[in-house]
């Protein structure tokens, strides 16, 4: 589920949970019934959020099996598939079936395990010509990911009609909404996700049923249907969290906060999936929520989106999926069912559809313009998975698919009855796009209901540029963006000349996104700042704040004119350089990418040092530099003057490959791992198991490890290790560990737990010199009384940090808004008097794998407290 309106507990939301296999017990998502919908129209009260009996987001210890992730994390991508354009239906794939897993989790419900669904798929196939089964990816375990499309049969010039049309909806609006026979001639596309939340299952099994139901109808009016529409079915969105039982997939993430990251190999696959098809109405099935939860949502609404054309389509088919869950005639007596809700309509905020991290809140951006998260309403996940008996979980489960089907039939006879209207509609979104129409302000009653609070606009500017050259601080950060709008189908463009826009000149090769495109939306909601909506709502379901401008290490900038010749550009061009001039090399590191790099130098054995911030490579070996230089596109530079004067020896300190040891939550181990850090999973119980601490430079903590929980054998051997050895925490764990170890002189201060966003920061020090001006908090830290021995790397900025986001003070009147955090020290670092090099993280900056750009901050803490703690135990 996304959550239950009246459940407000961080974990359920936000938190990792772990499997049960680790020794800390995941978070209890509590199983109090939702609301029935009221019977009568007063307001519900506001949704209540108390994450301060919660814990913290990452404060669960990450459950990625050591071995297994570490080697995928290396392994490369799968392989890259295409959604055809060129051939007809169906389009039969014999799929590869999985060895049979008897501990698949589904099996005990009663429904498909997914070792069940190629062979359920096969057979359909065989047995309809209404039944295509893609492979469009695998999960981050290796498991296929099954794409089926139901339809007419369709000859391959049918097909590629039907992809012309397509295109010409997206690419040429103006013209498709002239075009008077469009309609008639399309089919129009509808999309239904099932499973993304791994331990939310039906939604597979009634796809299952649907499926079957439409191959084998001999109904005329199905023929009727499938000659109208194409039914795409991501059968399951989230295999290895089926198996497993748990809500995220194999790499610990939640794939329903991944959209506008894509960290994930499901998630990129469903966004592929989504472009591809351009659905006009999509389901993403979930569970539970009793009554059945479906979407539209409470505000805030995403100020990106063509609000008027979404809400009037998805309150409609909302209202038609409701009927058809109520009309199956489940009863809160007999059944345990209560009538189905509408947040839009049932509730007054808590269920908001403002960051466009899901699954429906990212479609309508290619153009979706009926879009629901369904809940399902009978529990059978933790702890009714483990407590309730077979029977009973089996009955659940029955009613659950039962009302999944309900609500997919209801929306493939609302796209049948709607059909001309609902193409329309899509071809409009990307017709006011490619217009560079100004955002609407929606009218007040287009819907009942529909209000002042309902209304969230923005203003375009008229292009992002991401300048080349001088102004830029990092071209591996811009061509990450560019390459990442691009996988988005944002159009980006660059300059073949210098041009002047706001007084001032960008160089040719500058990147620009013109906000005149159709998918103007998407580039906007990732490249504008965002807002603080703090005064406009008290409660909000997930982050408040985002943005790839800010936080993903590139230069972006606003201009409201654009007088540039410019070209389409498929790809980032490459970055990668090494100078000609002899000498040692250095990089910066400043961005993921040179992480990377050099990590990739540190495992080759080459003798790098480290320079404040800037890694020294000998000029010996410009052979290697050159190979990472092309690999990760990193740029050296001459190392210039920090060769020593007399001997041209390379200062600095030697740096070795960063063991780390890490108690961290999954999103961090995945992040650390992709940076190439050699990284070993580490908890309280796996300390007092014996810890050989031996091959560990650096202990990073942020989760699932307790001091005060350490047995007197493990503390030793820790006290052991912090005598010179390297320490870096996030958070409010990582800040209790540094307490209770007794490393800096800090206090912290825990700002509103609620609270999160883009801040702006003021940074220097070892570690934080070289970040962006932003950063992300998500349960803001900050340190007070700070010791003679320690140095505030980066600082919160002392006229308000919050650029983006919800940060208020705590509701019991305790404090801890935004306003408490002005010039408070947010990253700290120092050396305690054993030796240990310590840096305190207030923020969180590998949060889900988003800010790209904040991720070298945390190499450099570790590369800083490797290089310092391994200085002091060397022995003269
Ligand atoms: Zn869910």
């Known amino acids: 589920m996304r959550r239950s309106l009246t459940v407000a507990v961080a974990a359920a939301l936000l938190a990792v949970p772990a499997p049960a296999a680790l020794a800390d017990p995941a978070p209890a998502v509590p199983a109090e019934p939702a609301p029935a919908v009221p019977a009568d129209p007063a307001p519900s009260p506001p949704a209540v959020r108390d994450f301060g009996n919660g814990p913290e987001r990452n404060d669960v210890a990450a459950g990625v099996p ?20 060129d051939r007809g239906y169906p389009r039969r794939t014999r799929l590869p079936l999985p060895p049979e897993n008897p501990a698949d989790a589904s099996i005990k419900l009663g429904l498909v395990p997914y070792h069940g669904i190629a062979p359920r798929l096969n057979d359909l196939q065989r047995r309809s010509d209404r039944v295509s089964v893609e492979i469009i990816g695998r999960s981050y375990q290796g498991r296929d990911l099954y794409l089926v499309t139901v339809t007419e049969p369709e000859s391959p010039a049918r097909a590629r009609e039907q992809a012309r049309i397509r295109e010409r909806i997206e690419n040429d609006p103006a013209a498709a909404a002239r075009d008077r026979g469009l309609a008639a001639r399309y089919k129009a596309p509808i999309f239904v996700n099932a499973n993304i939340h791994g331990n939310e299952w039906e939604g597979t099994d009634a796809a299952l049923r649907t499926i079957e139901q439409l191959a084998t109808s001999t109904d005329p009016a199905v023929a009727g249907l499938l000659a109208r529409t194409r039914l795409y079915f991501n059968v399951t969105a989230n295999p290895d969290g089926r198996v497993n039982g748990v809500r995220q997939n194999g790499a610990g993430f939640d794939l329903n906060r991944d959209f506008v990251t894509a960290s994930q190999p499901e998630a990129r696959a469903m966004r592929q999936a989504i472009i591809d098809t351009q659905p006009v109405t999509l389901l993403d099935l979930h569970g539970y929520v009793n009554g059945t939860l479906i979407e539209p949502t409470t505000p805030p609404h995403g100020a990106n989106y063509e ?33 189905a809700q509408i947040p839009f309509r049932d509730s007054e905020e808590g269920w908001d559809d403002w960051p466009p991290i899901f699954t429906p809140q990212y479609a309508p951006f290619h153009g979706t313009v009926a879009a629901h998260t369904v809940e399902i309403p009978l529990e059978v996940n933790e702890p009714a998975y483990s407590e309730e008996p077979v029977e009973e979980l089996r009955r659940r489960a029955a009613i659950n698919t039962d009302v999944a089907a309900a609500a997919v039939r209801a929306a493939y006879g609302f796209v049948r009855d709607r059909h001309d ?36 606009t923005t203003t375009f500017p008229r292009a992002y540029v991401i300048p080349a050259g001088p102004g830029q601080r990092s071209a591996t950060a811009a061509a990450r963006l560019v390459d990442h709008l691009i996988a988005n189908d944002v159009r980006v463009e660059r300059a073949r000349s210098a041009f002047r826009s706001g007084g001032r000149t960008y160089p040719a090769g500058s990147y620009v996104v013109d906000l005149r495109q159709p998918k103007r939306g998407l580039a906007n909601v990732m490249l504008e700042p965002g807002a603080d909506i703090s005064p406009r709502v008290s409660a909000m379901y997930d982050i408040s704040g985002w943005s790839h401008a800010l936080l993903w290490g590139a230069t972006v900038e606003p201009v409201q004119s654009l007088r540039a010749h410019t070209e389409p550009v498929p790809a980032a061009a490459p970055t990668g350089s090494v100078p000609r001039t002899p000498g040692p090399l250095a990089l910066r590191v400043d961005d993921a990418k040179e992480v990377r790099a050099l990590n990739d130098l540190l495992a080759q054995g080459v003798a790098v040092t ?27 530079t001459p190392a210039g003057t920090v060769t020593g004067a007399v001997t041209g020896a390379v200062t600095g300190t030697p740096l070795a490959p960063v063991r780390v040891a890490a108690a961290a939550s999954a999103d961090e181990l995945f992040t650390l791992r992709e940076l190439g850090f050699p990284v070993t999973p580490v908890s309280t119980a796996v300390l007092n198991a014996g810890f050989d601490w031996s091959a560990t430079d650096v202990l990073y903590v942020s989760s699932g490890l307790s001091h005060a929980a350490l047995n007197p054998a493990a503390r030793a051997a820790l006290d052991a290790f912090l005598a010179g050895g390297g320490v870096v925490t996030r958070g409010r764990t990582g800040a209790a560990f540094n307490a209770a170890a007794g490393l800096l002189t800090a206090t912290t201060v825990a700002g509103n737990p609620d609270g999160n966003g883009v801040v702006r920061v003021v940074s220097g020090g070892a570690t934080g010199g070289g970040s962006p001006a932003h950063s992300f908090v998500y349960s803001p830290l900050w340190f007070t009384g700070l010791g003679p021995e320690v140095t505030v790397e980066q600082a919160y900025a002392a006229d308000g940090p919050l650029v983006a986001g919800h940060w208020r ?23 305690d008097e054993r030796g240990a090099a310590v840096v305190l993280f207030g923020t969180e900056p590998m949060f889900r794998n988003h800010p790209k750009g904040l991720l070298a901050q945390v190499a450099r803490a570790l590369y800083w407290s490797s290089s310092i703690a391994g200085a002091a135990v060397t022995t003269p």
């Not at 080697?71 to 799968?78: D, S």
């Open 809 to 831: 003070p705590r509701a019991d009147g305790s404090g801890g808004g935004q306003d408490a955090a002005r010039g408070q020290a947010a990253v700290v670092s120092g050396r």
């Open 307 to 339: 609000y008027d054309l979404f809400i009037t389509n998805t309150y409609a088919n909302g209202l038609r999926m409701e009927a058809a869950v109520n009309g199956l005639g489940y009863t809160p007596d007999k059944d345990g069912v209560e009538p």
């Open 421 to 456: 209207r609902l193409i329309a509609d899509q071809i409009e979104v990307f017709r006011r796009g490619a217009a560079g129409e100004p955002a609407r302000t929606v009218p007040l009653g287009i819907v009942p209901g529909f209000g002042p609070e309902d209304v969230y």
């Open 610 to 636: 480290w320079d404040g911030g800037r890694a020294i490579v000998p000029a010996r070996d410009r052979q290697a530099a050159r190979t990472v230089a092309d690999r990760y596109g990193v740029a050296f």
């Open 66 to 85: 050591e071995q297994a992730a570490a080697a995928r994390v290396a392994a490369p991508e799968a392989q890259s598939y295409g959604h055809s354009r």
